[in-house]
């Protein structure tokens, strides 16, 4: 029994119309709307990412009108807006989702109920590789953010001990500065005392003084000097050591939630592409157990892109990553070999 069992998985929780309303309102304001058209309903992705699957199904749907498409609620409306509605009639009751454009409008959904599932999964393995250099401080960054995220948009109740005490690491900014993506993280995120605190207990449970003094000062001046001075520390050698802390505390973390599961072919094409990779790494003159595995001052951690169970995953494969990091001296050289 894990601490959040309870919430691992919340399948068809009916949404009042005020609630659906709600959701719709911020997939608008994200400009993440979208409609999945499928056999048992009309899906709306709410939160899709490597640890959350949370998605709202209209059931037994009827439109009036086009459906708008996700670059619609960006590029062609200027204000759109959803009202959630009943209408009763004497011999049927219908629950109606309008779309409008200000005074124009847009679309209507009629529907039965309205429900929202999420399931919450492993993402301690997940890698995805979208800058080129520092693939395993990226990489940590973009899995505190799921964290983060996750509490945020679900609240803290879907979130174990281990993720709340972690998850704040993502609002100190040095730790942030190799950002997973090609932006900036800073207007997503706050630069917060917590986070300090969060970077400073990593330190102190590795003995780094070095670190402890370097974060004990910048919470005191906030340069742009420290920052990226603390985020080229992360990167050296000595580095290296807090990273893998970090790294092990997201995979506890992780642990306790449910992995994702595919059709029998494609989970016997994974089992043996997961094997072919052991071999290959063993017969290279690695030791370890998947995912991690060591050759010399040779560090290797195998992550993988895993596609969602529901809506779209069919179209998408599932590939693993070498990410591969070398201790050379003071340095720290990172690399990623992906989609083997």
């Given at each position: 029994m894990t601490e959040n069992e309870d919430i691992i998985m919340k399948?068809?929780?009916?949404?009042?119309?005020?609630?659906?309303?709600?959701?719709?309102?911020?997939?608008?304001?994200?400009?993440?709307?979208?409609?999945?058209?499928?056999?048992?309903?009309?899906?709306?992705?709410?939160?899709?990412?490597?640890?959350?699957?949370?998605f709202i199904r209209l059931e037994s749907p009827k439109v009036i009108g086009r459906l708008?498409?996700?670059?619609?609620?960006?590029?062609?409306?200027?204000?759109?807006?959803?009202?959630?509605?009943?209408?009763?009639?004497?011999?049927?009751?219908?629950?109606?989702?309008?779309?409008?454009?200000?005074?124009?409008?847009v679309c209507g959904i009629q529907y039965t109920k309205a429900y929202s599932s999420f399931t919450l999964y492993q993402y301690h393995e997940s890698g995805h590789y979208w800058m080129k250099d520092y693939p395993m401080l990226r990489r940590l960054v973009y899995q505190i953010g799921l964290i983060y995220d996750k509490c945020d948009y679900l609240s803290e109740t879907a979130c174990n001990r281990t993720e709340l005490n972690i998850k704040n690491l993502?609002?100190?900014?040095?730790?942030?500065?190799?950002?997973?993506?090609?932006?900036?993280?800073?207007?997503?995120?706050?630069?917060?005392?917590?986070?300090?605190?969060?970077?400073?207990?990593?330190?102190?449970?590795?003995?780094?003084?070095k670190l402890q003094m370097l974060i004990k000062i910048y919470v005191k001046f906030k340069t742009n000097f420290l920052k990226r001075k603390i985020s080229k520390y992360l990167i050296?050698?000595?580095?290296?050591?807090?990273l893998q802390i970090i790294d092990k505390k997201i995979e506890k973390a992780s642990q306790p939630y449910n992995k994702r599961v595919y059709c029998k072919k494609t989970e016997k094409t994974i089992k043996e592409k997961r094997a072919q990779i052991i071999k290959k790494l063993e017969k290279s003159g690695y030791e370890g157990s998947y995912p991690y595995f060591q050759k010399g001052q040779v560090y290797v951690k195998v992550t993988?892109?895993?596609?969602?169970?529901?809506?779209?995953?069919?179209e998408i494969s599932y590939h693993f990553n070498l990410e591969i990091t070398k201790l050379d001296g003071k340095k720290q050289i990172q690399s990623v070999e992906q989609k083997i």
């Open positions: 399948e068809d929780m009916i949404l009042s119309n005020e609630s659906l309303e709600f959701l719709i309102e911020d997939l608008i304001k994200e400009g993440a709307l979208e409609f999945v058209k499928k056999e048992d309903g009309l899906y709306i992705p709410y939160m899709m990412n490597d640890s959350t699957e949370y708008p498409k996700k670059e619609d609620t960006i590029n062609k409306y200027k204000k759109l807006e959803p009202d959630c509605y009943t209408e009763k009639n004497e011999d049927k009751t219908v629950n109606i989702l309008s779309l409008s454009d200000g005074y124009k409008g993502i609002e100190f900014a040095p730790f942030r500065y190799y950002s997973p993506i090609s932006e900036s993280l800073d207007e997503w995120y706050h630069d917060d005392i917590e986070g300090a605190k969060t970077m400073l207990a990593i330190a102190n449970e590795a003995k780094d003084k050296s050698a000595r580095g290296f050591y807090i993988t892109e895993q596609p969602f169970t529901i809506l779209d995953w069919e």
